[in-house]
């Protein structure tokens, strides 16, 4: 199988470059079991990786122009050649490795954690069955940020918009029965940027590798604002 994979090492590359690689796939074989196999013929080729198994969110790339994980995408399901980029729109630091300090301040700005005002209960917050049914869809985001790097709007305004892995979170909260900071939350995602810089392009939706679907959680809250602010 035929591979380009981008390069780019700011201490001794002018400009990146694309290498050329081969590689005898075997049947079953994803693409981070070729990356590591491309890795023995080059061993200065740079990406992330950990579990393996879609859990650790570190290997998103942009596969044949469109980010998923390396880990869960089938060699197979790919035309040839296999064009590898790191994602779109962040800082390369160095090969397939980007800077995803932007993505997780993002992340940190929706405070991603139970607000309450109410004293401490004893033995634990309680839910409904029912309530707890809301978060389904929310809680099980690994943060790879292949929605956030596909989205157009977060490419114009990286610094502004939150991007939709950080707002499916928001959602997560605003969605939660036992958080206490709704009024908060929405004030806090007031304006032209953080939220309303979603043009409902779809793309997060499209890539989500864990098929959760950030569009329609940022609608959601949009409704949320106009129901509960205005
Ligand atoms: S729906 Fe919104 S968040 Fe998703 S890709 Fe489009 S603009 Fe970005
Ligand atoms: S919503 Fe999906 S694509 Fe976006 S960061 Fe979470 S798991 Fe990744
Ligand atoms: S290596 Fe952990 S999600 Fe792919």
């Given at each position: 199988m035929r591979f380009q994979i981008y390069r780019y090492d700011p201490?001794?590359?002018?400009d990146p470059w694309m290498q050329e690689f081969e590689l005898e796939a075997r049947p079953g074989m994803m693409l981070r079991d070729a990356l590591l196999k491309l890795k023995e013929q080059d061993e200065t080729l740079v990406f992330r990786h950990s579990c393996?198994?879609?859990?650790?969110?570190?290997?998103a790339l942009n596969i044949n122009g469109t980010n998923a994980l390396g880990c869960l995408t089938?060699?197979?399901t790919l035309k040839e050649p296999v064009v590898v980029r790191p994602v779109p729109g962040m800082p390369v630091i160095r090969d397939l490795v980007v800077d995803m300090d932007q993505f997780f301040s993002h992340y940190r700005a929706i405070k991603p954690y139970l607000i309450v005002d109410d004293p401490e209960p004893e033995v634990e917050y309680r839910q409904t069955p029912e309530e707890r049914e809301k978060l389904d869809g929310l809680?099980?985001?690994?943060?790879?940020?292949c929605c956030t790097t596909q989205c157009p709007s977060f490419w114009w305004n990286p610094e502004k918009y939150r991007g939709p892995a950080a707002l499916l979170q928001a959602y997560r909260f605003l969605a939660?029965?036992?958080?206490?900071?709704r009024a908060q939350r929405l004030e806090e995602l007031e304006?032209?940027?953080?939220?309303?810089?979603?043009?409902?392009?779809m793309n997060c939706t499209n890539v989500c590798p864990k098929g959760l679907n950030p569009a329609e959680a940022i609608n959601n809250i949009k409704k949320m604002m106009v129901k509960e602010m205005f």
């Open positions: 201490e001794s590359d002018q393996g198994e879609g859990v650790c969110g570190s290997d089938p060699l197979a809680y099980e985001c690994i943060l790879c940020g939660d029965s036992r958080d206490q900071a304006g032209p940027f953080r939220l309303f810089r979603c043009h409902t392009i």
